[in-house]
């Protein structure tokens, strides 16, 4: 069978040799063919990021597409127009998930320690101690607690931080701590107005976009933090910008934008509460992943279901 990758942030000869290597493993017989040197050629399996839709269009045998990452809103439009018969799949963690978890840890102790407050000290050249906040009473709020989001919070709860969270549904799933408050979007203000420091680890959907605009971030107590590193798009960057500025919150880690590379002029640059990451919290490690796709189409060549199938009408 032909698999075709289109990554063209990552060396070809990578994604091939680690297929190759899991392929072998599986006993299955694979050809990896650089779909970005090779467009024409038609492959039954496609492993993509952020791949034209021409170029989609064009590949007329598809038997699944897997997305080589976590967020699938940069392929969805393009597979909805021009494949929309053919199953999209996403990574489920594929390493991604102890990443997110150290960067996430990272901003919370960041907030917690109070670095913001002491970085513009030294500025000062001023030596003063800050009181350290009651750990019990510092609330980490996760919104969004897919693969990503667990991960964090279960490293942030085992810091010893109390987690709660907020999801589409409210709908516990495995591995979620049963004594993590947990709420739908429908009670989202309630939410937001308990987190001392906020995570956003949501997909970008049509019910996403834009969700964090002034008014919702407002309902932060004031002198939150905040932590984004799922999709920039979620947050009403312009708002986040009034809210920091007016010191209602104390700051943010930021990791993801809605315009990627972040434009040299945007004022969040310069912000002097604001840390800013070129969208690096949780890259995927190409052999975990090649791993998981191998698997996932040794499963479709038995006839199983693979794990990771995107729900096109949710979005994720
Ligand atoms: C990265 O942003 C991913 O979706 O995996």
């Known amino acids: ?53 021409d170029w989609l269009a064009g590949q007329l045998g598809l038997r699944a597409v897997f997305n080589l990452g976590a967020g699938v ?14 199953p999209l ?9 102890r990443q997110m978890a150290d960067y996430v840890a990272e901003a919370v102790l960041h907030a917690y320690r109070r670095m913001p407050e002491y970085a513009a000290q030294q500025a000062r050249q001023q030596w003063a101690a800050l009181p350290l906040p009651a750990r019990g009473g510092f609330h ?29 549904s409210g709908a516990r799933r495995d ?31 049509r019910h996403t976009a834009g969700l964090l605009d002034w008014r919702a971030l407002q309902q ?13 798009a979620v947050i009403d960057e312009h708002d986040l910008l009034e809210l920091l500025g007016d010191g209602h919150l ?23 509460r604001v840390r800013i990451t070129p969208h690096v919290a949780a ?3 190409v052999g975990p992943a090649a791993a998981q796709v191998m698997r996932g189409i040794a499963a479709i060549e038995r006839g199983d279901a693979p794990g990771g199938r995107v729900d096109p009408a949710l979005g994720y």
Do not use: I, N
């Not at 940069?74 to 053919?86: I, N, S, T, W």
């Not at 004594?179 to 959907?205: G, K």
């Not at 104390?250 to 640059?269: H, I, K, Q, S, Y």
């Open 1 to 53: 069978m032909k698999l075709a990758v289109w990554d063209p942030g990552e060396p070809f000869r990578r994604w091939r040799d680690a297929l190759m290597q899991h392929a072998g493993e599986l006993g299955l017989a694979v050809e990896v063919v650089d779909a970005t040197a090779e467009p024409d050629a038609q492959a039954d399996f496609a492993l993509v990021w952020k791949p034209p839709a």
């Open 140 to 168: 980490v709020g996760f919104l969004g607690l897919g693969q990503m989001g667990l991960a964090a919070a279960r490293r942030v709860a085992a810091m010893d931080f109390p987690v709660l969270a907020c999801t589409r």
């Open 175 to 205: 591995g979620v701590d049963p004594d993590w408050p947990l709420v739908s979007l429908e009670r989202l203000d309630e939410f937001l107005a308990a987190c001392r420091v906020l995570v956003v680890l949501l997909p970008l959907t």
């Open 283 to 285: 890259p995927t490690l």
């Open 220 to 232: 932060l107590p004031r002198g939150a933090y905040l932590v984004s590193a799922g999709r920039g």
């Open 89 to 97: 799949l996403r990574l489920e963690d594929a390493g991604m998930g």
């Open 73 to 86: 809103d940069a392929v969805l439009p393009a597979m909805h127009a021009c494949a929309p018969d053919v």
């Open 250 to 272: 104390a700051g943010a880690t930021l990791d993801v934008f809605a315009r990627e590379p972040l434009p040299a002029d945007d004022a969040l640059w310069r912000h002097p």
